[in-house]
């Protein structure tokens, strides 16, 4: 048996670079939408708000599922509950959009802690029919209830003011240019936000959680606690997302808590890599760009998705970035070394 | 006495229903797979069986052999649950989330196989067809014959799936791999034929029950993600895994939604998802459940 | 040496099948225990109840004279008592440093905070190297977890419970689908670590007669949910009924040389 060395190894995972796994795609990404704007074309830009609107709320469902395991089939209601958090919010004269994004948040957070106190006892399959369930509670909540909701027909989302301005023009000059930048730096604040939690001991506990409970359990990991944590905080981002999505398409429409509409959620966690961080990111822009192009091309573009979800549950089920990080050296795992 | 109506209305939603639960209980029992897709099949049902009906039609045969036809057409197209299993091998010992994307995955890729077969615009079949079989009216009572049929038609799959699953050699078979897939292998049983046939029987049911449902509403293309949402309702509220809950779910969401539609159509489906979420919550393994993962 | 866990009259029943009877237990916190007995005597039972697994179905079990019924894996954790399991319990995606810094960092509460260091702390990293020389696995610090031999990984499960620096942990056959040759380096090795992880005692349930009577300070014996002798391994080996009682009268002749040769 070996004895206590004299000097400690420089093995430590500080030392390590960053790997494909890790952060660097996505500030690849956060730099190239940064430059979109400047690049492209006014309408162009504004089919990528998706993908900031996407990226937040995938984010947070990457430390759901990715870090702690739990597959959420609802998530979508978050969408769902920031976009009509805007819509009530711009309907009864509240303009700024750090209101709504604070409104949002907070019920968003507030609905994720009633719903995942109940829910996180649960993992696996229960989780996520629940989860699936509870996304279509809201959802038949919002379609029937036409007096409060608008319906089927949705809530409109008045533009907002940013930082107290109102900015004088049209709707794609808004969307492609102030608006665009305002949420680009909220993504990217939420990323270093996220990034730094992921990387604290609070990260590596989640993903304990997710590698094997009852293990975590025994070494002192509050396994409840850090789930209802992590479910919470997914819920606001999906909500600020939500809210996001319901300004720049000036609607907030009852499908958004549609389930499927998780899947599409699920399927850019998926298709970046649900381990890595950057994965799901980068799986939005993919997914945006993949729908848009798709959309364009043929009418049958649901099969396209459809069958590329297929392949990459089944040839690469760790994502694009998950399954080339992993090509990049041994003893590398994706989730747990960003 | 409408209330009887009402109770046989609701029992033939139900029927349905139970038909196609009953296909997700199977393959959740024996290969723990939850079939996303089951609604896919569901609509696929009924969108060959119109296509199906159309062209007998010319053949000018008697009205009353809509059922048999019906249930024929289900069969046929539900065998293509075959080669759709041969694509879920691979995520059977991985992760259930994998499957649930993968299921999803088909959920997406049978929506444009419906648009691209049939197009966007809901079909329906010739109605005169549903009312060559009269109704039966009987002292304030009065049900469509078809809607009659149909349910003891469901009883009889019921009873005869309960028996055959078992009492006969093949049900013990498929129960044993269901308990402990390895130890059925090391026992000689062809596990993967089992997996096949199990997913294939799961499939047909929902293709014959959406087959059956088409003389009384017509097939779109959102009858799919629908019927996701009510076939897992009838699970959760009987019980994952169990035939007895997909009869006892059947039941209790067909009347719930029959008569949550006449009273208070605003509640209708809330309703539907409260007692889902209350079941969940309260008795997660569901009335006859045998696991509460 | 003082107390530090016991059990008093702890019954245990599931429905009717009465998995202990009446079983009383004192452990010291400087004690190796060994705990006894054919398969189906309530030996996984007992261990269940004095680390708040299950609950007594009547009668009290303490620990550092706070009751534990039924308190669950992380409050046990927190009162400094850890348990492993016969199976090997690991975390595959981790690395073998990030595995043992999640006891390190549960330990030193630095779970508290979601921004607080973890890689770059010097204080997990001290930590987490020190377990990891202990129990040989330095070299292996950025290897992940899937990538360790079966070995390695139990090394792994056990060096992480340790890692919490425990008062007293519980082991559930550690040497379990270890070699014969091994056995002993594995027993040697717990035994160190325990010193210099601060871990008074160590409770094992083990089969392997030979490893009990050499470590143990004192081996309990269950038979049929009863504790049917407490006694040192000069003792035990002494006692033919003892013997024949836990492993067979086939081998306990053998047993009983083999304690003599040890314990001589």
Known sequence: ?338 | MQYLNLILAGLFQAAVLFLVACGLQLIFGVQKIVNLACGSFYALGAFFAITVVSIVQQWQLPALLLIPVLVLAGLAIGLVGAPLELMLRPVYRRDPSYQLLLTFGLVLMFQDVFRFFWGAAPRSMDTALYGAYGTLEAQAVSIPIYNLLVILASIAIALILGLTLKRSRVGRIVRATAENRDMTEALGVNASRVFTLVFTVGCILGTVGGALIVPTSAASLTMAAELVVDAFAVVVIGGLGSMAGAVAGAVIVGLMRTVAVTFASEVEILSIYLVVVAVLLFRPKGLFGKEAV | MNMILSAQNVSKAYGSYQALRDVSLNIGDTEFVSIVGPNGAGKTTLVNVLTGLSRPTSGSVHFSGRSIAGIGPVRLAAMGMARSFQLVNVFPSLSVWESIAVAVSSRQGKARNPFATLFKSRQIDDEVQRVAATFGLSQKLTTTTGELSQGEKKLLDIASAFALRPRAILMDEPTSGVASADKYDIMELLVKAARLQGVGTIIQVEHDMTLVARYSHRIVALQEGRVIGDMTPDAFFKDPLMLEAVIGPAHSKQAQSAGETLLC
């Not at chain 1, 190894?9 to 939408?33: D, K, M, N, Q, W």
């Not at chain 1, 708000?49 to 996407?54: D, K, L, S, T």
């Not at chain 1, 939005?284 to 192009?293: E, H, R």
């Open chain 1, 1 to 338: 048996m070996s004895a206590l060395p004299e000097t400690l190894p420089a093995s430590t995972p500080a030392a390590r670079p960053l790997l494909l796994g890790g952060v660097g795609p996505l500030v690849i990404l956060l730099v190239g939408l940064a430059v979109s704007p400047v690049l492209l074309s006014a309408y162009a830009t504004v089919t990528l708000m998706p993908v900031i609107a996407y990226g937040i709320a995938v984010l947070g469902m990457n430390i759901l599922f990715g870090y702690t395991g739990m597959l959420s089939f609802g998530h979508a209601m978050f969408l769902a509950i920031g976009a009509y958090c805007a819509a009530v919010a711009t309907q009864h004269g509240i303009l700024s959009f750090e209101w709504i994004l604070l409104v949002a948040s907070g019920v968003g957070a507030s609905i994720a802690l009633i719903v995942g106190a109940l829910c996180v006892r649960f993992t696996h399959i229960f989780f996520g029919v629940l989860t699936l369930a509870i996304g279509m509670l809201l959802h038949s909540f919002l379609f029937k209830f036409y007096d409060l909701t608008g319906g089927d027909q949705g809530m409109r989302v008045l533009r907002p003011t940013l930082l107290g301005q109102t900015w004088d023009m049209s709707a794609t000059q808004f969307l492609s240019g102030p608006f665009y930048y305002y949420c680009l730096v909220v993504y990217v604040v939420f990323v270093l936000v996220t990034y730094r939690m992921i990387k604290s001991p609070v990260g590596l506990h989640l993903q304990a959680i997710r590698d094997n409970e009852n293990k975590a359990r025994y070494l002192g990991v509050h396994v409840y606690r850090l789930r209802l944590g992590a479910f919470v905080l997914s819920g606001m981002l999906g909500s600020i997302g939500g809210a996001m999505l319901g300004v720049s398409t000036g609607l907030a429409d009852p499908e958004l808590a549609y389930w499927t509409q998780s899947g599409n959620l699920i399927f850019m966690l998926v298709l970046g890599g649900a381990g890595t961080f950057s994965g799901p990111g980068v799986g939005a822009l993919i997914f945006v760009l993949l729908q848009d192009i798709a959309a364009s091309e043929t009418q049958y573009w649901r099969f396209l998705l459809g069958a590329t979800l297929t392949v990459l549950v089944l040839a690469l089920p760790d994502g694009l970035l998950g399954t080339l990080s992993k090509y990049r050296g041994p003893g590398k795992n994706p989730g747990a070394q960003p």
